[in-house]
């Protein structure tokens, strides 16, 4: 029996991942003008980029609790096995609001067989996680495999970026607005990492190019050149160039050889705007 993997679209795996792995997406919203987007569905990232460099506000909202539910009750009515990866509950309410879905669908099918874990993780270091349990999942690998893969790369997942505007996370409030002007005007770029599902700023840099290097160092201080089998996630807000910049950057420096690029999607880029550039990989730490 092959187990049904559900994430949702903060993932930020391309949408014909979902299509040819044949897992579930639970869009999040996306909101700017008047109207509001299904993330991944009826917009993507984009037409969010441009809007933002218009000058255009854009708010991003949890995922509809009334798909979620319909989701659920079509695992329990099939009698299937599923797990939910979500994106972390410290950045969206979806996780919580699942687990109020899952508990409604209980209660008319109390048997209903859905494992939904908080990831910790978002944008593309989410996505590998996700990645990795649709590939055993596909393999046909039972649930406690699945489940022990999942918690490991949890764990070890290492979230490092950048971003290329500070007014965009200022607007978020996770930098005052002072900073970010100052940070303009200096050309101050700042590293940030993710810490129990939390963004944390890391370091302040001057210069992209630094930054960029900066990252390639933070990935051999955690010991992300541990394994030529190293799985790297690279994902960008609307600039594939830097994007495929940091990878080589990365492939000097190490033997690595699988990468995964993408753009980050509407969820997250709404909040850290065009130009972000974000590094994934599994750390060596002991678990």
């Given at each position: 029996m092959t187990i049904r993997i559900i994430a949702d679209s903060a993932s930020d795996l391309p949408k014909e991942f979902f299509t040819n792995e044949k897992v579930d997406l639970i869009p999040l919203k996306v909101l700017f003008g008047e109207t509001e987007y299904e993330d991944m569905v009826t917009i993507d990232s984009s037409k969010v980029y441009d809007a933002m460099r218009e000058g255009q506000v854009v708010k991003t909202s949890q995922a509809s609790p009334v798909f979620m539910k319909e989701l659920f009750t079509q695992v329990a009515k099939k009698q299937e096995t599923a797990v939910y990866v979500a994106f972390s509950s410290e950045l969206s309410g979806t996780y919580q609001t699942a687990v109020l879905m899952q508990?409604?669908?209980?209660?008319?099918?109390?048997?209903?067989?859905?494992?939904?874990?908080?990831?910790?993780?978002?944008?593309?270091?989410?996505?590998?996680?996700?990645?990795?349990?649709?590939?055993?999942?596909?393999?046909?690998?039972?649930?406690?495999?699945?489940?022990?893969?999942?918690?490991?790369?949890?764990?070890?997942?290492?979230?490092?970026?950048?971003?290329?505007?500070?007014?965009?996370?200022?607007?978020g409030g996770r930098v005052s607005k002072a900073s970010a002007f100052v940070g303009g005007l200096l050309n101050i770029k700042p590293l940030l990492h993710m810490e129990d599902g939390k963004l944390i700023p890391l370091e302040k840099i001057r210069g992209r190019k630094k930054v960029l290097r900066r990252m390639v160092e933070v990935m051999r201080e955690r010991n992300g050149f541990n394994s030529e089998a190293q799985r790297i996630g690279i994902s960008h807000g609307d600039d594939l160039a830097t994007a495929q910049a940091l990878k080589e950057m990365i492939m000097e420096a190490c033997d690595c050889k699988d990468f995964t690029i993408t753009s980050i999607g509407s969820a997250v880029g709404a909040h850290a705007g065009p130009g972000t550039i974000a590094l994934f990989f599994l750390n060596g730490k002991k678990a």
């Open positions: 508990k409604e669908v209980m209660e008319e099918y109390p048997e209903l067989d859905l494992t939904i874990i908080d990831s910790k993780c978002a944008s593309l270091g989410y996505g590998l996680v996700v990645k990795k349990a649709a590939e055993l999942a596909n393999g046909g690998r039972s649930k406690e495999d699945l489940l022990a893969s999942i918690e490991y790369d949890i764990t070890h997942m290492e979230h490092v970026f950048t971003v290329d505007n500070l007014d965009y996370l200022a607007r």
